[in-house]
Structures are given as structure tokens and as C-alpha cells.
């Protein structure tokens, strides 16, 4: 049973840039939520996908916006990059019907410049 | 508004003994779910333990056990005979439910050192 796999690592932008971040689910999790986590703050609620749909979203600006596959992957966009996107993305995977928590990747470090 | 608070934001243990990291919370709702997760330098959310509020056993993982006063709306991890590798950021979160969409909200962490 694989985890969450997250795409890339580590990357660095520009500010005005966009950015395509990927998460891969946990096998038989169907809903992908995805957080930021600042430096040295705990991971803050972006959105959450079930069904390929968003269904769920934290005081984030429009231009973050996701997607979900029908094999439950899912993709994070942040368009016209700002110098505050900088931070830690986590995309964490579940079950829908689950109260035991989530399965977290080990994110992707985002760095605008 | 839910919230969680982490009044502790550094704390160390030498190896072998026990450390309790605090958490307190706020919510109107009855009845809700509480985690502790371990952020090691790895960078991924480990779950440590989980406590649904409407049982008032506290739950127990091997080494680690919570101390969950619902009326207090606290909720401290204990970590027992700790180890090298516990040394990591330690969040407590609270699940928020609405509709058919969960989410955690966190606390700023507790930045855990175990010395040998």
C-alpha cells in the first residue's frame, strides 16, 4: 500500500510566476485535502477535493485553485505568484466516511522570489 | 471560531523520561475529533494519536497517551520513556466538520528535543 507522493520536492518561482504543485493519494482514499504551512506556523486549510469536486475551501484567494482526477491524484495551481505563497504545501488524503485523520505527504517546499 | 492553542513552543526531555506537551482548544460544538501529529524533519505529518470527544477514555498508543478534559477543553499528549526519535514539532489539530467537508485547524506547534 503506497502513501501520498507529492510532486515536486523543492521549487522556486518568481513572483507573478504560476505553479502546478501534484499530490498522489493514499490507495482507497478518495478525498484529497491540501494545506500551507508557513515557517514556523502550524499547516493552514486550502481546500479540500471529493468526487472530483471541491468541496470545502480555507480563507485562500482565487487564484489557488485545484483539481482532482478520477483516480483520486490531485493538482494544487497558485496563479500570479506573491512573496507571501512562500511555505511548505502539504496535500493530505482520507477516506470520505473517516474521522481517523489523514495521511499526509511530505509536501512540497515553495520558495518565490 | 474553533481555535488551538500550543502555549508551549519549545520544550526538552533527556532520553528515557517523560514529557507532557499541552493543548487547549475552543469550540461550541458536542462532539468532535482531536489529533496529535509529529513533524519530524522530513517534513511529513505523522499522526500520533486521535480522541473523539464523546468518549471519555483517554486514547493510549504504546508510548504515548493523552489527558483529555472535555469540560477544560484540553488536551495534553504524554510521551512516556521518550527516545531519540521523538525529537520533532508536535501539532495538536481539531477536526472541524461542515457538511460533508472535514478539516484541521492546528495550533502553532511545540518544537520537542530529546537529549541523550
Known amino acids: 500500500e503506497t502513501g501520498v507522493t507529492q510532486s515536486p520536492t523543492h521549487l522556486i518561482k518568481t513572483r507573478g510566476q504560476q505553479v502546478t504543485l501534484r499530490c498522489s493519494s493514499q490507495s482507497g482514499h478518495n478525498t484529497v485535502s491540501w494545506y500551507q504551512q508557513a515557517l514556523g506556523q502550524g499547516p493552514q486549510f486550502i481546500f479540500q477535493y471529493y468526487r472530483e469536486e471541491e468541496n470545502g475551501r480555507g480563507n485562500f484567494p482565487p487564484r489557488f485553485s485545484g483539481l482532482q482526477f478520477p483516480n483520486y491524484s490531485s493538482e494544487l495551481n497558485v496563479n500570479a505568484l506573491e512573496l507571501d505563497d512562500s511555505a511548505l504545501y502539504l496535500c493530505a488524503s482520507s477516506p470520505q466516511d473517516s474521522y481517523y485523520g489523514y495521511t499526509f505527504g511530505s509536501g512540497t517546499r515553495l520558495t518565490v522570489v | 471560531a474553533q481555535t488551538v492553542t500550543q502555549s508551549q513552543p519549545e520544550m526538552s526531555v533527556q532520553e528515557a523520561e517523560t514529557v507532557t506537551l499541552s493543548c487547549t482548544y475552543d469550540t461550541s460544538e458536542s462532539n468532535y475529533y482531536l489529533f496529535w501529529y509529529k513533524q519530524p524533519p522530513s517534513r511529513q505529518m505523522i499522526l500520533v494519536i486521535r480522541?473523539?470527544?464523546?468518549k471519555q477514555q483517554n486514547a493510549t498508543e504504546n508510548r504515548f497517551s493523552v489527558n483529555f478534559q472535555k469540560a477544560a477543553k484540553s488536551f495534553s499528549l504524554k510521551i512516556s520513556d521518550s527516545q531519540l526519535g521523538d525529537t520533532a514539532m508536535y501539532f495538536c489539530?481539531?477536526?472541524?466538520?461542515?457538511?460533508?467537508?472535514?478539516?484541521?485547524?492546528w495550533g502553532l506547534g511545540t518544537s520537542l528535543a530529546v537529549n541523550p
Open positions: 489539530a481539531f477536526m472541524m466538520e461542515t457538511g460533508n467537508n472535514r478539516k484541521l485547524i
Open positions: 480522541q473523539e470527544a464523546y
